[in-house]
């Protein structure tokens, strides 16, 4: 009789673990779709930056000499000023730049900078660590994260 209750509470105790949900969270070990789709769009937006920031403009000494015609001083005015706005494009097209990467840094949630940042080495995960990105004079941005170490 003895084998027969083993086993009849064997069979129930088996029911009772198949059938209870299990709801305990899911641990993930790959970033979600949402972060890589965000991580994608900056890079996009930010990849074409230079690394190093926009030289400054030129002074705007003359340098060709005072004894020059008046065909050539019309001519090198021309150039000049020609010059300065190729600049001046220059110069906003690399402001657009800038404003287009900061728009989509904007967008980056910081649990996704937290996450792939906790694979970096543990002097760089401790506790209440800010990541600090700066985009030109255009934009700087703080991800603060807590300190998290990944096995």
Known sequence: MTKVAIIAILCLFSLFTVAMPNNLPRVSTSPRPLCASQFNIVNYACGGLPLSPFSPPPSGRNTHSSSSSSHSSRS??????????HRRRHRQRGEDRQDYCCQWLRQVDNECVCDVLAHLPPFLSRPNHHYTITVGDTCTFRFPCGGRLVP
Do not use: A, D, I, L
């Open 76 to 85: 090198s005015h021309s150039r000049r000023s020609s010059s300065r706005r």
